[in-house]
């Protein structure tokens, strides 16, 4: 009897499965702020992306140069906090894991 490992195989594949749940739950995430973000002018919402890297989904506005959307989801002296970033995940957690488990295949 020979021995043959799959190790590389299965590693790949469990990579590729953990990548697959961390793009849907991106996908859901973005779709759940978005619904939640106030609208003027449509920029901000329109901003809202997702990121993944090998563990984490980062969910949140691509404007960088700006304060506003911290501001909208925070407040300030002069306007008060309107969040949408933070109930739109925890609002929908039961949902992102049940997406998360029905994407995680071998």
């Known amino acids: 009897m020979k021995y043959k490992s799959n190790k590389k195989q299965v590693v790949d594949r469990m990579k590729k499965a953990n990548n697959n749940v961390l793009e849907a739950i991106g996908k859901a995430g973005e779709g759940y702020v978005k619904l939640l973000s106030p609208v003027d002018t449509g920029a901000l919402r329109d901003s809202i992306s997702y990121n993944v890297d090998d563990k984490s989904v980062y969910v949140g506005s691509t404007l960088t140069s700006e304060d506003y959307p911290v501001i909208v989801e925070k407040g300030s002296n002069a306007q008060a906090a309107q ?3 933070h109930p739109g995940i925890n609002k ?4 992102l894991k049940k997406i998360a488990e029905s994407n995680y295949k071998l």
């Open 83 to 85: 969040p949408y970033i």
């Open 92 to 95: 929908n957690l039961s949902q």
